[in-house]
């Protein structure tokens, strides 16, 4: 049984450009959540997707976007960004939607914006 | 506003010396709360959920504890490979996402 993977592990970008971050989900879970954890703090929520559709959104701006595809795996989109984006980027699934019992989080992106 | 607030912010123990890690929350509607352990340069690991006030779970030196308002984990004789930023978290009824809102957590240090 694999994990949750994430690709790439560490990327630096520059004010304004865009980015795109991928997450593999674990074996036979459906469910994929983002978080963004900025330096010394928690992880915040970014948003879930359940079944190709998006399930629930925290309060990040509609730059941040994202995908599901068909084998459950999924992409974090982030337009113009900024300095205040600097973080790392947690992927998280699970068996199911809604019940958060053992979100299982991949090891992230760590995005520097210059 | 739901908020989940974690003290201390770091604390550092000898090996053997038992403490309690404290996370307390003000929230419309507890649904859940969560323990979750994150090394460095990793992802946060589940440790427990609780779902009821009095309810405690227990796994090796660690045991969560929860009341009305806050939870509590303790750590019975630490060992080195309990050092870990401690997080906590809370997923509340009747919102529209489904996300969990966490604490800062707590960078526990045990020394050998």
């Known amino acids: 049984e694999t994990g949750v993977t994430q690709s790439p592990t560490h990327l630096i970008k520059t004010r304004g450009q865009q980015v795109t971050l991928r997450c593999s989900s674990q074996s036979g879970h459906n469910t994929v959540s983002w978080y963004q954890q900025a330096l010394g703090q928690g992880p915040q929520f970014i948003f879930q997707?359940?079944?190709?559709?998006?399930?629930g959104r925290g309060n990040f701006p509609p730059r941040f976007s994202g995908l599901q595809f068909p084998n459950y795996s999924s992409e974090l989109n982030v337009n113009a960004l900024e300095l205040d984006d600097s973080a790392l980027y947690l992927c998280a699934s699970s068996a199911n939607r809604g019940l958060n019992e053992k979100l299982f989080f991949g090891s992230g992106t760590q995005l520097s914006v210059l | 506003e739901d908020q989940v607030t974690q003290s201390p912010e770091a604390l550092r123990l000898q090996e053997g010396e038992s403490s309690s890690l404290n996370c307390s929350y003000t929230v419309s509607g507890l649904r859940g709360l969560f323990w979750y352990r994150q090394d460095p340069g990793k992802g946060p690991e589940f440790l427990f959920t609780l779902y009821s006030a009095g309810e405690e779970k227990e796994k090796e030196r660690l045991k969560a504890t929860l009341t009305k308002k806050e939870s509590f984990l303790h750590i019975t004789a630490p060992k080195p490979e309990d050092s870990a930023t401690y997080l906590c978290?809370?997923?509340?009824?009747?919102?529209?996402?489904?996300?969990?809102?966490f604490g800062k957590g707590t960078h526990l240090i045990i020394q050998p």
């Open positions: 978290a809370v997923q509340i009824s009747g919102g529209g996402a489904d996300g969990l809102t």
């Open positions: 997707y359940y079944r190709e559709e998006e399930n």
